[in-house]
């Protein structure tokens, strides 16, 4: 069964202090690892879509990287501003018209303190 | 331009109403998603649309009914819900092409739901 799997739940930084987020994931056939923030009682932001292992990407104080078992989203010298939820979700194999199945895992809190 | 719309933003409404949830894009995306979100949960696929045709529905009861009625525009028909059905709705859009990696999912900001 496809799976994604977050860690840690939460993570509680300080302002500064640099840090990664994991998103560790067995499925099928990937098509894409996708990297999404979300602040509360709003949709999710897109962040970055990774194809294959070894692509990296970067915007701001983030970096995402992907490896054949997991992803990584680095985040470099944090404001409190970047506190949200980071949501991690894999695209797996299409069965025939399932364009859009999602699996996403179930996040990552951040919070960053001044 | 990357923008989905939603509204309303919130929604208040009896067991026995009818009410409709709308989610509007100009990105000329053609599939278009309804996910449904509960507080601390990631979000759970409800249905998705590609070329305006219901490609995908998560078993999803009937009380929840979609609609495309076209490439820009996607509803959400409710009627006689319960309140565990109260949660942050979500449409999202995104480019279709078969046989190559697919497109990331722009997301709405949601219709915040409560059912009494």
């Known amino acids: 069964e496809d799976q994604v799997t977050q860690s840690p739940e939460a993570l509680r930084l300080q302002e500064g202090e640099s840090s990664s987020l994991n998103c560790s994931y067995t499925?099928?056939?990937?098509?894409?690892l996708f990297w999404y923030r979300q602040d509360p009682g709003k949709g999710p932001e897109f962040l970055f879509t990774l194809y294959s292992a070894g692509e990296e990407k970067e915007k701001e104080r983030l970096k995402a990287t992907l490896t054949k078992k997991e992803s990584f989203l680095h985040i470099t010298a944090p404001k409190p501003e970047d506190s949200a939820t980071y949501l991690c979700a894999a695209l797996g194999r299409d069965y025939g018209g399932s364009q859009g199945n999602l699996i996403f895992g179930k996040g990552t809190k951040l919070s960053v303190k001044p | 331009d990357t923008e989905v719309t939603q509204t309303p933003k919130h929604l208040v409404m009896g067991m026995t109403n009818k009410k409709s949830l709308k989610c509007e894009q100009h990105m000329g995306h053609r599939a278009m998603y309804w996910y449904k979100q509960k507080a601390k949960k990631p979000p759970e696929l409800m249905f998705v649309y590609s070329y305006e045709k219901l490609s995908i529905n998560e078993s999803v009861p009937s009380r929840f009914s979609p609609e495309c009625p076209n490439s820009s525009l996607l509803n959400l028909h409710l009627h006689a819900l319960q309140p565990e059905d109260s949660a942050l709705y979500l449409c999202?859009?995104?480019?279709?092409?078969?046989?190559?990696?697919?497109?990331?999912?722009?997301f709405g900001p949601g219709t915040r739901l409560t059912v009494t």
């Open positions: 999202a859009s995104s480019q279709i092409e078969t046989g190559v990696a697919s497109y990331e999912q722009y």
């Open positions: 499925v099928s056939g990937l098509r894409g």
